[in-house]
C-alpha cells in the first residue's frame, strides 16, 4: 500500500522557520486534496492548511500569514512553510492526501495519513 511519508520537523527557537514535506512512498499519478494537520496530547487533532485539486488553499485562522502550503508542478509533494513560529505551534504534525494512484495501479484513489512528525518550538 502507499504510504504518506513526512520530513524536515524538528526544534527550533519562536520567530524561526521550519519546512515540512510530505510525498509518497513510492510513485503515484498525483494528489488530489492534500492538507496538514497538527495534535497536541490531550486535544483534537486540528486542520492547519489544505490545498484542493482545484488549487484554493485554505489556512486556519492561527496560522494565517505565517505558513504557506504549496505542491510541486506534478502534485506529488506537498510542502508546508512555517516562518514566525510561535511556542504554541509545538505539536506532531500530520500529512493528509487524497492520492491516486498510477495508471499501472489502476489509478484508484486512496485517502492516507502520514505518521506524523514533531515540531517544537522553544521559547
Known amino acids: 500500500q502507499v504510504q504518506l511519508v513526512e520530513s524536515g520537523g524538528g526544534l527550533v527557537q519562536a520567530g524561526g522557520s521550519l519546512r515540512l514535506s510530505c510525498a509518497a512512498s513510492?510513485?503515484?499519478?498525483?494528489?488530489?486534496?492534500v492538507a496538514w494537520h497538527r495534535q497536541v496530547p490531550g486535544k483534537q487533532r486540528e486542520m492547519v492548511a489544505r490545498?484542493?485539486?482545484?488549487?484554493?488553499?485554505t489556512y486556519a485562522d492561527f496560522v494565517k500569514g505565517r505558513f504557506t502550503l504549496s505542491s510541486d508542478k506534478d502534485r506529488k509533494m506537498a510542502v508546508l512553510q512555517m516562518d514566525d513560529l510561535r511556542p504554541e505551534d509545538t505539536a506532531v504534525y500530520y500529512c493528509?492526501?487524497?492520492?491516486?494512484?498510477?495508471?499501472?495501479?489502476?489509478?484508484?484513489?486512496?485517502?492516507?495519513w502520514g505518521q506524523g512528525i514533531q515540531v517544537t518550538v522553544s521559547s
Open positions: 493528509y492526501a487524497e492520492i491516486t494512484t498510477t495508471q499501472a495501479e489502476g489509478g484508484t484513489q486512496w485517502t492516507r
Open positions: 490545498l484542493t485539486r482545484g488549487g484554493s488553499t
Open positions: 513510492r510513485d503515484i499519478f498525483n494528489f488530489n486534496d
